[in-house]
């Protein structure tokens, strides 16, 4: 005759309802894929995080030395205004570098931000000064704040 520990023995217990035995072990491994369903759930039906328009109107400051968010102005760089959907290097009357006019990239958030992380590895060849925003939350808040400035 052989011992079985009584910690890996199943226990068996009944419902209410319908009699029918559930081990132990399957009731604690569903009691625990219950509880990551619903914490799933929450987590998912959260919103993401918002961007902060206040912040990146802050960090705009770092832009407005080169740039305008006026549609007719510009400085060392060309306007913002509009920059959501268009052409890299097609600000009519702006002197672009060959890198920015030949990239052909249509601005988005996502190339927009991927192009502030690291305008200089982004379009090799670019005039752009601006070291780059690392932080992708930083990005994000530029964005929505260059979207809420420019009416896009």
């Known amino acids: 005759m052989y011992s079985t520990p009584s910690h890996k023995m199943p226990v068996k217990t009944t419902t209410a309802k319908n009699f029918s035995t559930i081990s132990l072990p399957l009731m604690r ?8 369903l619903i914490a799933l759930a929450f987590i998912a039906s959260r919103p993401a995080a918002a961007q902060d328009v206040e912040k990146g109107e802050k960090l705009f400051a770092r832009c407005q030395v080169c740039h305008v968010l006026e549609p007719e102005g510009r400085k060392i760089g060309p306007s913002l205004y509009g920059v959501f959907g268009r052409t890299s290097g ?23 931000s991927a192009y502030l992380e690291n305008p200089r590895t982004y379009i090799p060849g670019n005039r752009m000064a601006f070291p780059g925003l690392r932080k992708e939350e930083d990005r994000a808040d530029l964005i929505a704040y260059l979207k809420s400035a420019t009416g896009s």
């Open 29 to 36: 491994r569903m009691a625990f894929l219950s509880f990551i």
């Open 90 to 112: 097609t600000v009519e009357g702006f002197a672009y570098s060959k890198a920015m006019q030949d990239a052909g990239i249509v601005w988005s958030e996502d190339t927009i």
